[in-house]
């Protein structure tokens, strides 16, 4: 074997490590492991990896994933270990960074060093070799050695533009001393323990001699940077060292080996997250994290001259605030307590959330004081990302997130806690939570980790054991953190789902009142989540802007800061409230209001969705958007939807012709984010129109979303290509399309679109023949009142009136509206199905008549056989015609399936016709009857 300089020093380097002798206090502190597991629950843990198939699946895979590796070293035993990212030669002890970027390094250590990663950016033309094509002790003046993802050409680059690969190539190879030193302890066969020690001496003793990085200008990578990566959330690699040391130190101890350089690069690890980072955010969760597994790895405070041990961590960790990490017990109070949203998107939410259930769970296991009673505020936490989900079990893509599943790991940890202190209703019913989570295929329990291994419960409780709770999702759903609402109904193939989504917390996107719409089984109006990373031109010019959402934009400059938001919309009203649930389930609605900072221009969007007596679900959207001070002004309404095609039809099917146009770019003063549409047609009408999407698949029928619009003289429409959608996932979206660039409406009004708002109906449907409606009426009204009559197959006709406000009059033979919203449902010459009101102070139609005490009311009437149903949320007078086919005489009232009250009606002052009931409060469900 050939000998090296490199060979020498580490020959020289491990004499050094094994006669150093170890200090007094470590030889009467040696209590590990005890991170997972003790030495005193070993035999426990031998016998359920027996028993347990899971748990044996991964020790096997751990035992055969190390064999090759086993065999390197066997052969060269610094194969391993000379693959670690070091400065071999140079031993640099200075790390200098600009911006985001490594720019150089200097100085001189006794050993190599670590080398640090080479940019905050992860997003790079070069892909990571795998170990066996690292070249041993690379360290070249050239650069460092990497293969093109395009070409496959290898070439010489600076670490700048090679993405996360240093880091990922150091963690990886400490991830294989880490399950090399648990098979040590498992199964006390030294060849692990010779493959783990070289490699976290050497890295060890690499980090020990290298300083923290120097950030060369004014950016806020001063406020950030971690010992080994760019951001101290990114050190992963702490977990593998932490792990290694902890199952090794009894054999490090046993070989005499010098174990002060490792816990002085704990300390300096655990200074430097305390002292960088963001407070506020999930960072904090992310760096406590890793402050916990540092904190319980060393022994107590009085150990160390600096009085730096565990003690002193898990206080920094959970008690005490500084100005870049703040204690948890401080940071509990960043959640919402009253629904549990943390105020960051989806995907960041729900891994707050399994961060601290890790937290807890490792400082349980610790002190066995059942640490999540401290903390009730992660449960709700857990539980309340139920809110997230589509219809199908995947979640929200709105902001910097996509289309998952909920995190499984969340309710694992909670059925553990459970177990552990014998709490078995709650256990009962998360454990049907996770069952629910397979059976959507969703899900295996399989695990992967050690974490895993050590803190899984070995079996669930059968099933016949479970109890299934209160279903975690309501119709609607409102969180003003993130700026959310949503809007369910129906199972299954004809379930729909509206997300109205503002802009608040981080990871958010400058998108105004934005939407996300699902029907089908499928997100087809998704949000498009992140660019290729957060410093890609990709991600800050089209991503996170307007044009990228369903919104509008007004001068095509509408903008303001994304990433951490605060530019809420503000909810004006809703149906039904958040949270509750309705008897009248056939309409919902939600109408909120926004202020876009950049234009001065005031926006508001009323969306409502109504269920056809088919069951299929079709939704109204109503979106106002003015300048404050007028003047000239232009709204350009976006529209995005999955499908191979988009075709703009006239009201009775037939093409509209659109022509090639080189219009919407920044050279028009638009935004850098319209330079991104492609294929880019349009046509100028005044009449109204429906824009096809259509989604063609294999072996399965067409699906469609009809976006009836209302036309507006002068309005041009645009069909364009968007940039393909990061959000959806082969559960959200037919797999042809995951990478299919994206179908895309555009309307373009010159002049205000307040009075005379966008009106759009979107009916999504699956194949021809399902489609529910026939036709589709606009009609304006005076102070920008909106009619819409809907005409469905089976003859049924929705007349909607929208006001702009709750306080709008919308007057005409035979009908009188004051207030925001009705809907009537009814076939003609026939009575009618339902009523639905809301924000209303009064009306009238032929059939009914409602009116208030002043306070906007909402209340609905629906038909049920012989029998009409009512609900109402304020004191109103209900008067009733009477025809001939139902004559009300009296109403019964209930709170839930018990009758309360009876009343008669009274017949009406003014005409015989009518009968009128007089509701003094709020009630839940009312009864007329003959």
């Known amino acids: ?88 030669n140079t031993k640099h002890t200075e790390v200098y960074l600009i911006g985001g970027d490594f720019d150089h390094s200097a100085g001189e250590a006794p050993v190599p060093t670590v080398r640090y990663s080479g940019t905050r950016d992860w997003a790079t033309d070069y892909r990571t070799p795998s170990l066996e094509e690292v070249e041993p002790y690379q360290d070249d003046a050239r650069g460092i050695y990497r293969q093109r993802k395009d070409n496959g050409a290898w070439e010489w680059i600076k670490p700048s533009l090679s993405g996360h690969s240093i880091e990922k190539i150091n963690d990886h190879i400490m991830q294989i001393a880490a399950d090399a030193a648990f098979l040590y302890w498992l199964t006390g066969e030294e060849k692990y323990a010779e493959l783990a020690t070289p490699v976290f001496f050497q890295y060890i ?15 806020s990578q001063r406020n950030i940077s971690g010992l080994a990566t760019f951001e101290v959330i990114h050190e992963r690699i702490v977990v593998s060292l932490v792990e290694t040391y902890d199952f090794l130190y009894d054999y490090f101890q046993n070989h005499k080996m010098n174990l002060t350089h490792a816990q002085a690069v704990f300390q300096k690890w655990g200074d430097q997250i305390i002292t960088y980072g963001v407070p506020d955010n999930n960072w904090n969760l992310f760096q406590a994290r890793f402050l916990t597994y540092i904190a319980i790895v060393l022994e107590d405070d009085s150990q160390y001259e600096n009085g730096k041990g565990r003690q002193y961590y898990l206080k920094n960790t959970f008690d005490i605030s500084s100005p870049k990490q703040i204690a948890l017990r401080e940071s509990m109070r ?6 549990g949203i943390w105020p960051e998107s989806p995907s960041y939410s729900m891994h707050v959330t399994t961060s601290l259930l890790e937290i807890l769970t490792l400082l349980d296991n610790f002190t066995h004081e059942n640490e999540l009673k401290n903390f009730p505020i992660v449960e709700k936490a857990a ?38 202190y014998d709490e078995l209703d709650k256990e009962k019913v998360i454990s049907g939570l996770l069952y629910d989570l397979m059976d959507r295929g969703h899900y295996q329990r399989k695990g992967g980790g050690l974490f895993e291994l050590f803190f899984y419960t070995d079996d669930l409780l059968s099933r016949s054991e479970i109890e299934k709770g209160e279903s975690l999702v309501t119709p609607t759903f409102y969180a003003p953190n993130v700026s959310l609402f949503v809007q369910r109904q129906g199972q299954g193939q004809d379930a729909m789902m509206i997300s109205t989504l503002g802009s608040y ?16 089984n499928y997100v087809l109006g998704p949000d498009m989540g992140r660019g290729s990373s957060y410093w890609h031109p990709d991600f800050l010019e089209y991503y996170s802007q307007f044009p990228a959402h369903n919104t509008v934009v007004v001068d095509g400059v509408s903008t303001y800061a994304s990433m951490r938001s605060y530019d809420p919309y503000t909810l004006e009203g809703s149906f039904p409230k958040s949270g509750e649930q309705a008897f009248f389930d056939k309409v919902s609605f939600v109408d909120v209001s926004f202020f876009e900072p950049k234009t001065e221009a005031n926006q508001r969007r009323v969306t409502t969705m109504i269920e056809t007596p088919a069951g299929q679900r079709y939704a109204l959207d109503i979106f106002r958007s003015g300048k404050v001070n007028g003047g000239k002004e232009q709204h350009d309404y976006f529209y995005h939807n999955l499908g191979q095609s988009l075709d703009i039809l006239d009201t009775k099917g037939q093409k509209i012709t659109l022509t090639p146009t080189d219009e919407l770019g920044e050279k028009h003063g638009e935004l850098k984010a319209y330079d991104y549409f492609t294929d880019k047609k349009k046509a100028q009408t005044g009449l109204d129109l429906k824009a096809r999407f259509t989604i063609q698949s294999d072996n399965k029928p067409d699906q469609f979303m009809d976006v009836w619009a209302k036309g507006y003289t002068g309005q041009q429409v645009f069909s364009v290509l968007g940039p393909k959608c990061n959000a959806i996932t082969e559960g959200t979206a037919p797999s042809e399309l995951l990478d299919a660039k994206i179908p895309t409406l555009m309307l373009r009004r010159q002049g205000s679109a307040w009075s005379d708002p966008f009106v759009a109906v979107f009916n999504p449907y699956i194949g021809v023949d399902s489609n529910q409606i026939l036709d589709i009426q606009f009609d304006g009204n005076r102070l920008g009142a909106q009619q819409i009559t809907v005409a469905l197959i089976d003859g049924t006709r929705d007349v909607i009136h929208v006001g702009e406000t709750v306080s709008s009059v919308i007057e005409k033979e035979g009908f009188y509206q004051k207030g925001l919203l009705s809907t009537v449902r009814a076939k003609e010459h026939a009575d009618f199905d339902f009523v639905f009101l809301s924000g209303i102070t009064r009306f009238e139609n032929q059939e009914v008549k409602v009116i208030t005490t002043g306070i906007p009311a909402t209340v609905s009437l629906e038909r049920d056989g012989r029998e009409l149903k009512m609900q109402n949320d304020q004191p109103v007078v209900v008067s009733l015609r009477r025809t001939k086919d139902f004559d009300p005489k009296m109403i019964k009232i209930y709170r839930g399936d018990q009758e309360i009250d009876a009343r008669q009606g009274i017949i009406s002052s003014d005409s015989p016709d009518w009968v009128e009931f007089r509701l003094e409060t709020s009630f839940e469900k009312i009864v007329v009857v003959e």
């Open 334 to 339: 960043i959640y919402d307590q009253d629904n």
């Open 205 to 219: 003793e690499g980090m020990y001699y290298r300083d923290a990085p120097i950030v060369l200008d004014s950016s």
């Open 1 to 88: 074997m050939k000998k090296t300089y490199h060979h020498l020093s580490l020959f020289f380097f491990m004499v050094w490590v094994m006669c150093a002798c170890t200090s007094s206090s470590e030889q009467e502190y040696s209590g590990h492991p005890r991170i997972y597991v003790n030495d005193g629950k070993k035999d426990n843990f031998v016998t359920s990896v027996k028993e347990v198939s899971w748990k044996r699946a991964i020790i096997d895979k751990k035992k055969s994933n190390l064999e090759k590796y086993l065999a390197y070293v066997e052969e060269d035993s610094t194969w391993l270990l000379s693959r670690l990212q070091m400065n071999w």
């Open 383 to 420: 539980l309340a990302a139920f809110q997230y989900q589509f219809p199908n079990g995947y979640t929200l893509g709105f902001g910097d997130s996509g289309h998952h599943t909920l995190p499984a790991d969340n309710f694992e940890l909670l059925i553990a806690n459970y177990h552990k």
């Open 505 to 520: 917390g981080n990871h958010a996107h400058a998108n105004g009142i934005a939407m996300e719409l699902y029907a089908n």
